[in-house]
């Protein structure tokens, strides 16, 4: 703020004009609107952040001009620091006070001798200044030491790379030099080596078009034995399509001998042209449909995408699926009734392009009534009895096939894969059968 106070002969010092002003506008926001100066109304309804920034001149101007508004805010101020405000009116500074305070509550209560408090405080404020300024010019010098020392010090690091650097060339370039006349001598032994060369060439061509005849003749008797050895070839395939023909002809005779021996087998022992499976035997719940065929087991992964397609290519293969493990795996927000049947239809298209025998069994020792499944042709569909769970149902499944016949297990559970693994059946995971259901 540049206006004077009275009794001042130089401006306020500008930390103490920012704390009057700061002051003053504090106690401005606080003010009845009609106790407001005309001047500073507009001011007023600032941001009490913004205030003392932006209406800083006229505040600083109505404390100058207006005595009335800047007793308003000496009283604010006698009413934060009273003890600081009484010592003034005495007279007396307080020899620890902050000179900016002290100036500033000088400035807005005006004791006696208030223009001698405000100087005073001017005075050791510049004080303080200069030792801050001193201190500083000191520590830059400091600083500026140190940098040149930093500097000298790279200066002589890279003088001495520079050196190393200059050495290492001085070599490089001695090596270079020598590499160079080495060079230099293999160019001329290579030089002589063509002459040598190029005489010898010419000693082959002569050579060589000495025996081009010779070649040529040798050549024409090749080609002659060549087609000679395609002859013999041709007349030994021939020989190799007859025999062929013979061993495939002696083949069929014993595959008819063989299936001739055994439907006069099947005579013999009256043996029924039909006959029930292994798994017919097995007690269980048995749904309102039958169903046949199945599924086998192999040398792939469990999750390998064509283990089930190579398990349905086994001849006589019966594939076991545990329902509900399928189902719940793969639509298990569906209610039973249409998980069964979703089950149901997926199996039927598969029966029916591998001919497969298939059994699937439910867990039935929770139903209160019989349960009506539609199975599909080929499909046999159990239900475990009461007290008894799907997973014992599908081991006596297992054991009730003759060793040697393929049986593969569809279920996820692992207990059941475990045990029926043991039996020398090979359990399937049930999203190999998801899967090759849904591509069906």
């Not at 020598?178 to 061509?205: N, T």
């Not at 719940?285 to 046949?292: C, R």
Request: glycine share 6%; net charge neutral.
């Amino acid at each position: 703020m540049s206006s004077a106070g009275e009794g001042l002969s130089r401006p306020l010092p500008e930390q103490v004009r920012v704390n009057v002003v700061d002051l003053a506008s504090q106690v401005l926001g606080g003010m009845p609107a009609k106790a407001v100066p005309p001047p500073l109304r507009g001011i007023a309804r600032f941001d009490p952040r913004k205030r003392a920034k932006l209406g800083s001149a006229p505040i600083a101007a109505q404390l100058e001009n207006d005595k009335d508004f800047r007793e308003t805010v000496a009283e604010s101020v006698a009413e934060g620091w009273p003890e600081l405000v009484a010592s003034l009116a005495e007279g007396v500074v307080p020899p620890a006070a902050d000179p900016v305070l002290v100036a500033a509550a000088a400035y807005l209560t005006r004791p006696p001798g208030w223009a001698d408090m405000v100087e005073a405080a001017r005075a050791d404020l510049e004080q303080t200044a200069a030792a801050a300024e001193g201190s500083a010019q000191e520590q830059q010098v400091v600083r500026l030491r140190e940098q040149l020392a930093a500097q000298k010090s790279a200066a002589k690091e890279e003088t001495e790379r520079l050196r190393e650097q200059l050495k290492g060339a001085r070599a490089e370039n001695s090596d270079l030099r020598r590499k160079l006349h080495e060079a230099r001598e293999r160019v001329k032994a290579a030089d002589r080596r063509a002459v040598v060369v190029e005489q010898e060439a010419e000693e082959v061509k002569t050579a060589a078009t000495a025996a081009g005849s010779a070649g040529e003749s040798e050549l024409r008797r090749l080609r002659e034995r060549l087609s000679d050895v395609e002859k013999q070839l041709e007349t030994s395939r021939r020989a190799a399509r007859e025999g062929r023909s013979l061993e495939d002809a002696r083949i069929r005779v014993l595959l008819d001998a063989l299936q001739d021996a055994s439907s006069g087998l099947r005579r013999e022992l009256a043996l029924p042209s039909t006959i029930s499976r292994p798994a017919d035997s097995v007690a269980a719940v048995a749904a309102s449909a039958p169903g046949v065929r199945g599924v086998p087991a192999r040398a792939l992964a469990e999750d390998d995408p064509q283990l089930l397609d190579q398990l349905l290519a086994v001849p006589q293969v019966h594939m076991v699926i545990d329902g509900y493990n399928v189902t719940k795996t793969g639509y298990g927000s569906l209610t039973l009734a249409d998980q069964r049947n979703r089950l149901m239809t997926g199996l039927g298209g598969l029966v029916a392009q591998t001919r497969v025998e298939v059994t699937v069994v439910f867990d039935g020792a929770e139903l209160n009534s019989p349960v009506q499944v539609v199975a599909p042709r080929g499909v046999r569909v159990l239900f475990s009895a009461p007290g008894e769970i799907a997973d014992d149902l599908i081991r006596q499944l297992v054991r009730a096939e003759p060793p040697g016949r393929a049986v593969a297990v569809v279920s996820s559970d692992r207990e059941v894969a475990e045990s029926v693994r043991r039996m020398g059946a090979r359990p399937v995971p049930s999203g190999l059968l998801l899967r090759r259901l849904g591509r069906a």
